[in-house]
């Protein structure tokens, strides 16, 4: 099992270009959440989804939008990003309530917004 | 108040010697609490679930006090490998939230 994978790894962008950063998990798993890391700040939650079709506002989602049309894959997109959308991203995923599942994490994406 | 609150750090500690981290959380209806370990540049991973009557792996010891609404982390012995951010994690419904971490380093 690859577990969780990110695509891309790095990416830099320009000011108003837009990207998806895609989350794919091979464990069947119900929950998938995306995280922002910036330093000093934490894991903020951005959004996250319970199942196929379903997604919900995290801690900071604006300027992020989310798709889970298929429950392997969780879509973040950046419509017109912003130089404060520099961070590393993380997707992770639970089999089921992450109060009593462990979260598995991605190996991040690293994103620069010039 | 923050909802998770971690003493960032960093701390400077001599191979061998014993550590302490504690979280304070603020949101008294969790249930489930945790420690992740991160790595540099590295996503973070489940170090220990921290079970009510508090629990122990090896070298390392969670402990839980809802009346305070806080947890901690012991680290006995420690190892140059146990060098890492170590991250609060509380659950507040359907979602995980964590603290912003504490640096260890272990000195040689």
């Known amino acids: 099992n690859a577990g969780v994978t990110q695509t891309p790894k790095f990416r830099v962008l320009k000011t108003g270009q837009s990207m998806t950063l895609l989350c794919a998990q091979d464990?069947?798993?119900?929950?998938m959440y995306w995280y922002r890391q910036d330093p000093g700040m934490g894991l903020r939650l951005i959004h996250y989804?319970?199942?196929?079709?379903?997604?919900a506002k995290g801690e900071v989602p604006d300027g992020y939008n989310v798709s889970r049309l298929k429950k392997q894959n969780f879509l973040l997109g950046l419509e017109s990003a912003a130089p404060s959308q520099t961070s590393v991203y993380f997707c992770?995923?639970?089999?089921?309530?992450?109060?009593?599942?462990?979260?598995?994490f991605g190996p991040g994406t690293r994103l620069t917004v010039l | 108040r923050k909802e998770v609150e971690q003493d960032p750090g960093p701390f400077n500690v001599p191979e061998g010697a014993t550590v302490a981290f504690n979280c304070t959380y603020s949101?008294?209806?969790?249930?489930?609490f945790f420690w992740y370990r991160q790595d540099c540049r590295k996503e973070p991973k489940l170090l220990m679930s921290?079970?009510?009557s508090g629990n122990e792996d090896g070298r390392f010891t969670a402990q839980l006090n809802r009346a305070s609404q806080y947890i901690s982390l012991l680290i006995r012995d420690s190892k140059l490998s146990d060098s890492a951010t170590y991250l609060c994690?509380?659950?507040?419904?359907?979602?995980?939230?964590f603290g912003k971490g504490t640096r260890l380093h272990i000195l040689p």
């Open positions: 992770a995923s639970t089999k089921g309530l992450p109060s009593y599942n462990e979260q598995f």
């Open positions: 464990m069947n798993h119900e929950y």
């Open positions: 989804s319970v199942g196929e079709g379903t997604t």
């Open positions: 949101n008294s209806a969790s249930q489930s």
């Open positions: 921290v079970y009510s």
């Open positions: 994690a509380v659950n507040r419904d359907d979602k995980i939230i």
